[in-house]
């Protein structure tokens, strides 16, 4: 039998943006807040 190859290309690595994006994004907020770490609440 023959298989068939996805050529996925750039969406392959879509959720590895994805992931970056929210990571620096939440970083760059929270040092805009002047949270000293994203765990203390008070």
Known sequence: MEQ???NLGAA???PL???L???IGC???FSILG???PVSLS
């Open 17 to 19: 943006v994805l992931f």
């Open 27 to 29: 970083g760059i907020t």
């Open 21 to 23: 994006a929210t990571y």
């Open 12 to 14: 392959a690595f879509l």
């Open 4 to 6: 068939k190859k996805k």
């Open 35 to 37: 949270w000293e770490s």
